[in-house]
């Protein structure tokens, strides 16, 4: 071992300490300025495996709600980052003013608050039981802020789950990727379901698998590992009709083997939603804003 002089080990900690600080905060204050890294909900929330061990846990969805039959011809509609806190819902109650004689439910892709603050998802709850069909939620990282995972498993429930499934046309499939992954026990949960899934189904989740290549750079964090990424579409496959997702504030659309991922800008600043058409022929969607 060469021989250090003496001082030389404390001038370079100096160096670090001064220089090597620098450089972090410059690498890191973009990101802290960021929703994408979501560092508060990585600080303060819960870890997947505890919220996946209260799967099928419904506290919020009635057994009618979670009893879901439909036809072959149907539609219903997807929103997603109402981002509603106590003060405001950002107008989700005008959702109530949209909805039509052929949409049978609805689909908020997380989000719903700002912080998880259980005011405000008390808030949504109230809002939505007011809608003459079903409203499903999807658990967002904004939703698990400040460790408020027991916020969304008292008032809520589960944040994976199935809606419809064997002996339906069609199956819900409501995914946790709060966390911005899926876990291999989700993923294996996943295949199971589309073992004998119907000939309709739709996942749903918040974080966007994919993302505009007009995006900045900020935003390239969003999904933790793309080789799981690639397993979720391996497992999808064929099986099916859609994906849809939420947290970029962008409309986002692929297209792969047959199936659509789509994910919808931002409800609170856009009032944008997405209604889904489905029959016998296939699916198709169409992009609007509520009042």
């Known amino acids: 071992m060469d021989p250090v002089r003496p001082g ?29 890294l979501d560092v508060m909900g990585t600080l303060f929330s819960t870890d997947l495996d505890e919220r996946l061990r209260d799967k099928n846990v419904f506290n919020f969805l009635s057994t009618e709600d979670r009893g879901l039959v ?11 980052d109402t981002h509603i806190t106590p003060e405001t819902s950002n107008g989700f109650e005008n959702i109530f003013g949209i909805i039509t004689c052929t949409d049978k439910f609805i689909v908020l892709a997380g989000d719903i608050t700002d912080n998880g603050n259980a005011e405000a998802l008390q808030k949504f709850i109230d809002i939505s039981r007011t809608f003459p069909i079903p409203c499903y ?20 429930g589960s944040s994976c789950y199935a809606i419809g499934g064997v002996g339906t046309s069609t199956e819900l499939i409501v995914l946790d990727s709060a966390g911005a992954f899926f876990g291999g026990p989700q993923l294996d949960w996943l295949a199971l379901q589309l073992k004998n899934a119907p000939p309709n189904v739709f996942v749903f989740t918040h974080n966007s698998l994919f993302l505009n290549p007009g995006l900045d750079w ?17 497992i999808l496959g064929r099986s ?3 994906v849809f997702m939420g947290h970029l504030h962008k409309r986002v659309e692929q297209r792969i083997n047959t199936v659509s ?21 296939g699916i198709s969607y169409e992009f609007n804003n509520a009042p």
Request: glycine fraction near 6%; charged fraction near 25%.
């Open 8 to 36: 030389a080990q404390k001038r370079r900690r100096g160096f670090f300490s001064r220089r090597g600080a620098g450089l972090l905060c410059a690498w890191a204050l973009p990101l802290l300025a960021s929703c994408r």
């Open 70 to 80: 439909l036809d072959q011809s149907y539609s219903f509609i997807v929103l997603s």
């Open 137 to 156: 939620p999807v658990l967002g990282n904004h939703d698990i802020y400040f460790g408020n995972w027991q916020t969304w498993r008292d008032l809520i």
């Open 218 to 234: 900020e935003q390239s964090t969003d999904w933790t590992d793309t080789r799981e990424r690639a397993k979720f579409l391996h």
């Open 240 to 242: 099916c009709r859609g």
């Open 261 to 281: 991922y789509v994910a919808i800008e931002d409800y609170k600043s856009h009032r944008a939603y997405c209604r889904v058409h489905v029959s016998p022929q």
